[in-house]
């Protein structure tokens, strides 16, 4: 019986390793699956998506994340806005993203303070005004499209650009607006005081073109830092998509769907929509 026994355990060992040897393949297959994926395309981004950021990347009607567990806040957010994508007063009822893994993302309590400590908004990456009108709106308010920004900057010049941005639409010849905008972490500047762990980014970017593509020129690129004053004027932070992409850590590819050839061309030169269509000099 002792000899059966002994027996019937080495017909099994051969399959217990089969199946150990199955597991770590396709954890291996999955793993360089999500690393490799490209750079996904969605109406939010129809230049393409930015590359190069974490494999947590949600796509959702209003917009298109791209989560980094790191700093808890999103690499880039892309979206579309349309003459009926707009909605005002909509509510902001703040909410951890579901689809993201709690230890990923920031709740409502890691806020506590900090408007009072450091004089912070909760800031919409792609903006509840801009995109209240969608099927999914509450998503907006999802704290993987939040960060901190300076309540000055926040209400003054990033406010400023993204009314350009809605009349960019609402003009009488209006066109949908394609954007991508993400927070920079260049400096150490201070911590979430209820979430000590977490550093508030140092400045914003966004990144805006109209038309079939950026290929056309009609594109503008926006940096600030979070020390700009609530009188600035964004026309005054112009600068190229190249400059942004040397800042961004992880280091992105923003347009990622442009041939290189036209890429390195138009991401090299301020486009012309600030100074056509956005009261730029």
Same mark, same amino acid.
């Given at each position: 019986m002792h000899i059966l026994r002994h027996f019937r355990t080495l017909l099994y060992l051969p399959l &217990?390793?089969?199946?150990?040897?199955?597991?770590?393949?396709?954890?291996?297959?999955?793993?360089?699956?999500?690393?490799a994926l490209p750079a996904?395309?969605?109406?939010?981004?129809?230049a393409g998506c930015p590359a190069g950021g974490s494999?947590?990347?949600?796509t959702r009607e209003a917009y298109t994340l791209n989560n980094n567990p790191d700093t808890k806040f999103a690499n880039w957010v892309a979206y @579309?806005?349309?003459? @009926?994508?707009?909605a005002s007063r909509r509510p902001r009822n703040w909410k951890r993203d579901p689809a993201l893994p709690e230890s990923d993302t920031l709740s409502p309590t890691a806020y506590t303070g900090a408007n009072g400590a450091l004089a912070v908004d909760l800031g919409h990456q792609a903006p509840l005004a801009s &995109?209240?009108?969608?099927?999914d709106w509450q998503s907006l308010n999802y704290l993987s499209n939040i960060t901190p920004q300076k309540s000055a900057l926040n209400r003054g010049p990033w406010a400023r650009l993204e009314d350009k941005e809605r009349a960019l639409v609402n003009q009488d010849e209006g066109t949908d607006?394609?954007?991508?905008?993400?927070?920079?972490?260049?400096? !150490?500047?201070?911590?979430?005081?209820?979430a000590s762990a977490v550093q508030i980014p140092s400045g914003y970017w966004k990144v805006i073109f109209i038309g079939s593509g950026p290929d056309k020129g009609k594109y503008a690129a926006f940096l600030m830092n979070q020390s700009v004053s609530r009188t600035a004027n964004f026309c005054d932070y112009q600068v190229t998509v190249e400059q942004i992409e040397a800042k961004t850590n992880p280091h992105l590819n923003i347009w990622s769907s442009l041939p290189s050839?036209? !890429?390195?061309?138009?991401? !090299?030169?301020?486009?012309?929509l600030a100074k056509d269509s956005m009261g730029c000099q």
């Open positions: &217990l390793f089969l199946s150990a040897c199955t597991t770590q393949i396709k954890n291996a297959q999955n793993e360089a699956s999500l690393q996904p395309m969605s109406v939010n981004c129809p494999i947590q990347t949600i @579309t806005i349309t003459k @009926t994508s707009q &995109l209240g009108g969608t099927a607006v394609h954007s991508v905008t993400g927070p920079l972490f260049e400096t !150490a500047i201070a911590v979430l005081p209820a050839d036209i !890429a390195i061309e138009v991401k !090299a030169m301020k486009g012309t």
